[in-house]
T-cell receptor
């Protein structure tokens, strides 16, 4: 069964705008990761945030984690056409060694 | 540094045929896994391995076999292909013995169609 669920399923914005994607999950986790997938390619790791962290930054990416609400958000600032991709959250639990992926958000950045 | 290499990139099979999807990594990663990606379903874990000689089932293992005789290679075998196995298959690897706390390195996938 899926642990993480992204929202919205699809998002279309103009270049230069910010994009926010959300991820909700059902059970306690140790870590949460965000990945990007360009069309026809494999997934690329963006950020890992641990359960004792609330916010993490990487370049134009900002990830927040609220364990009390079992949710995370990914913010991409000043979006570019090259950011057009699907974005997935994945939750990790130490007891089962695995990552469980959500269904993804398709982000389209229009030039 | 090639990372994770999957072959073939595309394959068409007939129902009942068998085949092996190859996955190799050159990063000396202990953890390797196979996912399938279907429209609207996200990625689902098929099998995974925490090191040479050790494999375990994921979420959707039926119809697939794996083995891990070396650190570098983790082939996925379809025993008797069925149309329901039409999908895009991704192999991933990471250091350590758990995917939950390490960034995963993905290959570019094998697009498989079963007629």
């Amino acid at each position: 069964s899926q642990q993480g669920e992204e929202d919205p399923q699809a998002l279309s914005i103009q270049e230069g705008e910010n994009a926010t994607m959300n991820c909700s999950y059902k059970t306690s986790i140790n870590n949460l990761q965000w990945y990007r997938q360009n069309s026809g390619r494999g997934l690329v790791h963006l950020i890992l945030i641990r359960s004792n962290e609330r916010e993490k930054h990487s370049g134009r990416l900002r990830v927040t984690l609220d364990t009390s609400k079992k949710s995370s958000s990914l913010l991409i600032t000043a979006s570019r056409a090259a950011d057009t991709a699907s974005y997935f959250c994945a939750t990790g639990l130490s007891s089962n060694y695995k990552l469980t992926f959500g269904k993804g958000t398709l982000l389209t950045v229009n030039p | 540094n090639a990372g994770v290499t999957q072959t073939p990139k595309f394959q068409v099979l007939k129902t009942g045929q068998s085949m092996t999807l190859q996955c190799a990594q050159d990063m000396n990663h202990e953890y390797m896994s196979w996912y399938r990606q279907d429209p609207g379903m996200g990625l689902r874990l098929i099998h995974y391995s925490v090191g040479a000689g050790i494999t375990d089932q994921g979420e959707v293992p039926n119809g697939y076999n794996v083995s891990r005789s070396t650190t570098e290679d983790f082939p996925l075998r379809l025993l008797s292909a069925a149309p329901s196995q039409t999908s895009v298959y991704f192999c991933a690897s990471s250091p350590g013995q758990g995917a939950y706390n390490q960034p995963q390195h993905f290959g570019d996938g094998t697009r498989l169609s079963i007629l």
